[in-house]
């Protein structure tokens, strides 16, 4: 019975412990790098830089404390099966991924295509393939899009991107 | 002062203004009513269209969003019990009981009644205050502004509830990304890794839109559904929740000043003042058996309160550049765009464009109101809007607001980047708040320190303002160590002594 929140403190504590200590090492670079410029302008990152690495250190050190192996486990989840964790991180882990991979051809389709054609076509296919709404809504609302950027460009008067084609 | 509270009126009566202001309101509508996005998102949304527009009309429209999202925030928890910001939770608790005992017209009365009552009185306490806080900001100095910036840092992240010295650390790691760009002493290029894109500095649009957008978004993509199966029927007894309101005007006047003086207070919010006003509610209430199964007072209290804090945050937020909030924080951000600095210069050369502020929120509120009163079931059929639709269109805007800055695509790049660090920070248990406030205060603070350094050495640090602010900021992080620090033993009490009761009932059985 105690392997699991011992396991569990060990997750805990590489949650804590990982980000922490890539904050560390881009923290003392920016050190390293702050004290090679003049004092006018090394003076704030250094400040900053410094400060950075205390309240890291300090936010390392009570993570190990509050991992140390004697005490209760204050956050310890639920007892669930392994069927219905498998089955949530699955899904969810699939979810995040068509998230992932719409949201980043959303970005690239508006470098290549320019705004009004990236947009309006990864919507479609977003709609139409991901949430598999009928053809008839996802043209809808694929067309409201471009509708939605004319109105905007005239009311706003913003120029928006033409794409690497034109 | 009168004047300029007159000017501040002036300012707003003109079909420019007025339409931006228009525009707020019915975004700040839509936004409420939709839990899948909140406030934060929204005004990070809004704010790439605020670059080519007066001061006046940037924050006509950023406010008056604002200042109406609570409106129909409240909607939702009282017609089914899903509070549509933060900030509307409490309604749920005598609201949704009253919508299910046919009177979800009068609890809707009620509420919107309520909100503009508060939204008055906050108001008026924003109106208020600045003449008695204008001579205190204008004697400040660079020391003492820079000890301000710390201490509004340290309050965001000190009531990061338990995790105070991520919240620090978050807050000084934006500070650090704001020195990112050409120096602006000496113009040596800091952190910009070659890329000319980055000499101006990481935009905020960018910042705020990967923050707090992308993981709203992502949020929004794994519940995937509408939040209502079916749009409510017929909504009848709006007039008698209003009387309502008359017949209790002495707890919703209360209820109003504690929702501003929370409001006030940094790193407390809405989302706490709600729950104070409806304590306030049962408490001030002689039949408290009624309370949890549709009581008015309950709904009434926290309507008044969320539509005062507006007013109450905005005074730490542009007096001193301590934000109360995260909207706030990204207010300060959009303040920032406008080439506006939060304090003295805000009540000398920006005195009537602050008074604007007053006005804007009466004003959005008068209207939202008044939009809502008659088209309150039609505005209720937009929970009902699937997510396949919703998310497309915020996709539109999160690249829209990256691209139209700057119009690179480098800044495309950066709010993907920070897009995964929010989603990072979210799942990490890390605080955004604070990463959010860092960036959009590095730069004054630089310019505070450097300013106050070559003014007068270190010694400003031994003037006795200076020493109090910095007094302040040590008890602030303090208490927010000490506060995680209780708040854990308790848990871990609460832990152990659940697990003795499970043993013990094992042994039993």
Redesign the interface.
Known sequence: MTARPDRWKRGLLLKELVPALILLVIATWALQTANSWPSRASLFPRWISLAIIVLLSAHLLASVWRARPAGNTPTEPAARTAVDISVDLVGKLRQIMEFTVYFVAFGAAVVILGLATGAGLTSLLYTRFVHRESWLLSVLVSLSMVGLIWLLDAVFGLRFRLGLFY | MLNALVQGLGSLLTVEVGSYLMIGVLVGLVVGILPGLGSPGALALMLP?TF?LEPVSAFAMMLSMLAVTSITGDITSILIGVPGEPSSAALVVDGYPMTKQGQAGRALGASLAANLVGAIFGAAVLAAVIPVVRPIVLSLRSGELFALTVLGLSFLGALSRGRT??G??AG??G??IA?IGL?P??G?G??TFGQLGLWDGVAIVSVAMGLFA?PE??DL??R?TAIAERAPGRLGGLRTGARDVSRHLGLTLRCSALGAIVGMLPGMGGSVGQWIAYGHAVQSTPDKSRFGKGAIEGVIGPGAANNSKEGGSLIPTVLFGIPGGTTMAILLGGMLIQGLVPGPSMLQEQLPLTMSFVWVIVIANIIGVAICTPLIGQLARLTTV????V???I??FV??GA??QS?L?LD??L??IF?GIGV?MVA???PRPPLMLGIVL?EL??RY??RA?AGDGYNWMLRPSVLVILLLTLVVIFSGVRGDVVE?RR??RG??EH?TESAEARDGD
């Open positions: 269209f080519g010295l991520k620090l650390a000084a790691i500070m650090l020195t120096d002493q000496t040596i800091r952190f992308i978004l992502l993509s794994l995937g699937r997510a396949s639709i998310i497309p269109i996709t539109f690249y829209l691209y139209a119009r695509t495309i790049w709010t993907l897009g990072a990490l248990d890390w590095g603070a630089e320190l450097f350094v854990r848990t871990v832990a152990g697990e």
